[in-house]
């Protein structure tokens, strides 16, 4: 699985309504560890909440197929943009989401197969 993330920093300027996420809040409801160029700066070793692989693997792959899983990932994306007005970001992932029922799906510049 992998994941298509824009990079926009969106999910780390929301931790604040995120219980588990709560540590990291600087007060404003932006992670402590979000750099300036909008990058995690302990992606590394980032908390187990913050990775989508991981959690799917671990919490959601017993509830949710990967299909729905990140669908349901990138809804949450794509409604962050909209309310940022980041509409080139939103065209990106909304194409990102009604490709996941394609056979690829492009990634950099590789090619992923997505699978139910």
Known sequence: MVYPCVKC?????NVG???QLREFDNGSG??????QD???GIYVSRPFFCNVVDMYK???RHHLSEHEYLKRNLEVCIELNRQARNFENRET?????????NVLYRTG???VMLKD
């Open 9 to 13: 920093g969106l999910c780390c300027r």
């Open 17 to 19: 309504i995120i219980e």
């Open 30 to 35: 932006i992670c402590v560890n979000l750099t």
């Open 38 to 40: 909008k990058l995690c």
């Open 58 to 60: 671990e919490v959601f």
């Open 93 to 101: 992932l909304q194409k990102a989401h009604a490709d996941i029922g």
């Open 109 to 111: 510049n590789r090619s």
